[in-house]
């Protein structure tokens, strides 16, 4: 049997953080966490996801330097990004980064499902 995707949730909130985990456990999907901006780079070489759902508004983020290393790494080159988020500019860092979908915050589980299941299609 074929493991479930694997989902690396970056967010500073460790309520968000337990939450969307257990969220995504119950629906089957692997999870990790990474709760620091500093530490979003060595946790995906770590983990090794299938799709990143991340959060925008974190201390010390910079996400567009964070994502053009990653992107600068063959392995993580096409790996998703689901932005998910409270900003107001969300959109704008969204299409930045060339995120695969933008998840507003607060979301219902069939929201991430579905926004986890467009990213996975186009890994």
């Known amino acids: 049997m074929a493991r479930p995707p694997k989902v690396l949730i970056v967010d500073?909130?460790?309520s968000i953080l337990a939450s969307t985990s257990a969220m995504l456990e119950a629906l089957g999907y692997e999870v990790a966490t990474?709760?620091?901006a500093e530490a979003i780079l060595a946790s995906v070489a770590r983990e090794a996801p299938d799709v990143i759902l991340q959060d925008v508004r974190m201390p010390g983020l910079d996400i567009a330097a964070v994502v053009g290393e990653?992107?600068?790494d063959p392995?993580?080159?096409r790996l998703p990004i689901v932005v998910f988020t409270a900003s107001m500019e969300a959109d704008e860092v969204a299409s930045r980064i060339?995120?695969?979908c933008l998840l507003e915050k607060?979301?219902?589980p069939e929201e991430l499902v579905t926004a986890?299941?467009?990213a996975l299609g186009a890994a």
């Open 12 to 14: 500073d909130e460790a």
């Open 34 to 36: 990474c709760g620091l």
């Open 70 to 72: 990653m992107r600068s």
């Open 75 to 77: 392995r993580w080159r």
């Open 98 to 100: 060339s995120a695969v």
């Open 106 to 108: 607060p979301f219902r």
């Open 116 to 118: 986890l299941d467009k």
